[in-house]
């Protein structure tokens, strides 16, 4: 699978150890930096770029690592075609597919550990949108309201 991967220093170390264990389970890897620590970075300028490149189909799903995951989640919501989640359970990581077809997990490089990490990442990319009628449903009222903020 072609994976996006992004984080600012808060979740640099993170995405590092991810990255190497993704790649050694074949998948093929973009990441959209930080390509070094930097303590001054934005998370939005990994995270923006990232998430653009998901919802443009350019790799079929991101993880996003900050210091908590929440900024990167806000961050990654407000591009149009971007499902992002804070995401710290693996049932979350795999309901957040089947059911509302997430394309972006976001993770929080201070709040948890590689093993874990690397658990939520593994379920996350396994798990398919269910696509049944009441989940289809419910994106397209979200879609509707991306299409009103464009307006």
């Not at 929080?108 to 989940?135: I, K, M, S, Y």
Request: some cysteine; proline content about 3%.
């Amino acid at each position: 699978m072609k994976i996006g991967i992004a984080a600012d220093h808060g979740g640099y170390v993170l995405k590092q150890e991810l990255a190497a264990r993704l790649e050694a389970a074949g998948h093929r890897l973009k990441d959209y930096g930080a390509a070094v620590l930097d303590p001054d970075d934005d998370y939005p300028d990994y995270v923006v770029p990232l998430a653009r490149a998901v919802a443009a189909g350019e790799v079929e799903r991101g993880i996003a690592v900050c210091g908590s995951g929440v900024g990167a989640c806000i961050a990654a919501n407000k591009v149009a075609g971007t499902r992002a989640a804070l995401i710290t359970d693996v049932f979350s990581a795999r309901q957040g597919v089947e059911d509302d077809d997430m394309n972006l997990i976001c993770l929080g490089g201070r709040v948890v550990g590689p093993a874990l990490a690397w658990e939520l990442a593994q379920a996350f990319l396994a798990a398919g949108f269910v696509g049944g009628e009441r989940h289809r449903r419910r994106l397209d009222k979200v879609s509707e309201l991306e299409r009103e903020k464009r307006q």
